[in-house]
């Protein structure tokens, strides 16, 4: 069956970039001028998603409302014959179908998903964390859902990480099946880096097939009180005999939950602009110059 759902978890409270998200969501977050959210829902769409379920929480409402067609500002735009802000604002507006539920309480990402039942209607899906951006030719999510066309299991997004950030991944154990892809045997949230199996980290990239909602249900919730996607895809493989798969995604990815993740990923999409690039390429080579100073 074709992937053709995605799941975007937007509940969480963003602690990692307090004070900021203390009133806005992480996920709106600017990457120059679009939140960052826009980016993970334009890599679902070249990846050919054409439905997507955004789960919210408290305090989230700024994202429906980015999506959300704005007559007013449409308007004015076109009053003042301000044609490529028109075109750009119109495009966010109709860019595909989105839909909403809100998780009642912060239990983690493993029950995030759940509330993903009923809409994913027992076809595969994709799942794609909002703190990870990937910027590759082929969109991440897409190299994942080729390995579910071949192997129609569940796939994970992995990335080779250093040993010291173990701890802060869901971390896996496989066997190389083919370049860059493992069968995988074991999972781990979080692992210190003495438990850790492996530096291969999970990258908020995943296609799951609906079998994930009955073991999530059974899941306990973990020492932090909340329910691990990562021990329920554990619980698949060790429990149900299901075959897993994981993709070292090709791309560059950052981490924009996180303070430097989320400059660094600034500075590189500025440079990636033409309209940003010269000013910015002189600014930091002025910049070095005067680092003295500081
Ligand atoms: C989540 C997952 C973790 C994964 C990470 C990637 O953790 O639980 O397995 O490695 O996303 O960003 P979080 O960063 O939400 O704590």
């Known amino acids: 069956m074709k992937v053709r759902k995605a799941v975007i978890p937007a509940a ?22 679009k939140p960052v959210i826009h980016y993970v829902v334009e890599e679902a769409i070249k990846a050919g998603i054409d439905d997507i379920l955004i789960i919210t929480g408290k305090g989230k409402r700024a994202i429906e409302n980015y999506f959300d067609k704005s007559f007013e500002l449409e308007f004015y735009l076109r009053e003042k014959g301000k044609e490529k802000e028109l075109q750009q604002i119109e495009e966010i507006g109709e860019m595909i179908d989105i839909y909403y ?7 983690g990402l493993g029950d995030a998903i759940l509330y993903a039942e009923k809409h994913v209607n027992n076809e595969p899906f994709a799942v794609l964390l909002g703190d990870d951006i990937i910027i590759s030719k082929e969109p991440g999510i897409g190299q994942l859902i080729n390995i579910f066309d071949q192997f129609k299991s569940p796939v994970i997004g992995v990335e080779q990480v ?38 291969i980290a999970i990258i908020g990239r995943y296609v799951l097939t609906p079998e994930i909602f009955d073991t999530l249900k059974e899941s306990k919730p973990d020492k932090r009180g909340e329910i691990q996607l990562t021990d329920a895809l554990k619980y698949l493989i060790t429990n149900n005999q299901n075959t897993i798969y994981a993709k070292e995604i090709d791309g560059d990815r950052y981490d924009v939950g996180d303070k430097f993740g989320f400059i660094q990923v600034n500075i590189e ?21 005067l680092e003295g100073s500081l």
Do not use: C, F, H
Request: charged residues 35%.
């Open 12 to 33: 969480g409270l963003g602690t990692r970039m307090l004070p900021i998200t203390k009133s806005m969501p992480k996920e709106m977050l600017p990457i120059v001028d």
């Open 101 to 107: 539920v809100r998780q009642k309480k912060p239990l």
């Open 269 to 289: 999409m500025a440079l990636r602009r033409k309209d940003l690039r010269n000013k910015l390429e002189n600014y930091l080579r002025q910049y070095k110059l």
């Open 162 to 199: 250093s040993w010291e950030s173990v701890e802060k991944y869901g971390i896996i154990d496989g066997n190389k099946v083919e370049k860059d892809i493992y069968q995988v045997r074991d999972l781990v949230e979080k692992p210190s880096r003495k438990q850790a199996p492996s530096n």
